[in-house]
């Protein structure tokens, strides 16, 4: 099981990529309360979740009886130009102004994925700064998402997917784990001489983030379920899918810089289905994929391995 571990590790440390980020996140959350935190940072809570619902699968054609492959998966959902800005709620009262006396009561601003750069709030007049300004995003085009994934062949036509990398120290960003598993089930062995490969899965998974502190600043889960067909054709497979699924991120509990409170909040995913389309590469034992994603937020999945069939 060298492989395995190997490609685990390999994976927590590449994750650090998109958990880096997870840093400066954890600070700009530190200066918003509740509605405007979850209006910030909703973009990058749906991109997660449909991130942990990708790349599950890159054929039809489930394993024989203790068949196996290794992977690691590159997911990511993309960035639309419309969840990078959202509808800040200004304070009731910044110095000695009033809001919609002297300023606006909403101001748009950049979300977690939008620009870098602060929005300051100005005075009714739209030149007078009233010297509060609204943190900006990470500007970000993607939201990334690195996990190992192992599949392994069962008797009367079933596979077991599983997803895993313990509690790992990241250098001074924080930590992270996943845990994942699930089940597909070859349907095409009842309809006799049917041209394709058709199968039905089923996957749930957790991805915990803890901050540098020990905080537990997420905890994301991912439910989806599924048919997809296949055709091989000499090294190539061609493959697509429809999947039902959900997924939900709670933030916090942290503390709200300035007011001695905390706050935490449950945001649920925005994608509630999908179609995908894909390819894969097989030379020997090692297999490259891609498949693009259509939902209400697209995504992409990259995958590499070893698989014996």
Do not use: C
Request: hydrophobic content about 40%.
């Amino acid at each position: 099981m060298k492989p395995i571990r190997y490609l685990a590790v390999v994976a927590v440390l590449v994750n650090s990529l998109s958990v880096l980020t997870a840093q400066d996140f954890g600070e700009q959350l530190k200066q918003m309360v509740r509605v405007n935190a979850e209006r910030y940072a909703a973009p990058l809570l749906n991109g997660w979740g449909v991130a942990l619902n990708s790349g599950l699968y890159h054929t039809a054609d489930v394993h024989s009886i203790l068949g196996f492959d290794v992977h690691i998966k590159l997911t990511g959902a993309l960035i639309q130009e419309a969840d990078k800005k959202y509808q800040f709620e200004t304070p009731p009262t910044i110095g000695p102004y009033t809001r919609t006396t002297d300023y606006p009561a909403t101001v748009e601003a950049n979300s977690v994925v939008g620009s870098k750069s602060k929005t300051p709030v100005y005075l009714n007049d739209g030149v007078t700064p009233t010297g509060f300004e609204i943190p900006g995003g990470l500007d970000i085009p993607t939201t990334p998402l690195i996990v190992p994934q192992v599949s392994i062949g069962l008797p009367f036509g079933f596979e077991v997917m599983g997803r895993f990398f313990p509690t790992a120290k990241i250098g001074d960003v924080g930590k992270v784990n996943l845990l994942g598993f699930g089940l597909r089930h070859d349907i095409d062995q009842y309809i006799p001489l049917l041209p394709l490969d058709v199968a039905v899965h089923f996957f749930t998974q957790k991805l915990n983030y803890e901050d540098a502190s020990g905080a537990k600043l997420l905890e994301a889960s991912g439910t989806a379920y599924g048919v997809e067909v296949s055709k091989h054709l000499l090294l190539l497979t061609v493959y697509a899918g429809f999947q039902l699924e959900s997924s939900s991120v709670k933030v916090g509990p942290y503390s709200v810089s300035g007011t001695g409170g905390t706050v935490e909040f449950t945001h649920d995913g925005n994608t509630k289905s999908r179609l995908l389309l894909g390819a894969r590469v097989s030379l020997l034992v090692l297999n490259i994929h891609a498949d693009y994603n259509l939902g209400t937020t697209n995504a992409f999945a990259l995958g590499v391995g070893i698989s014996f069939r």
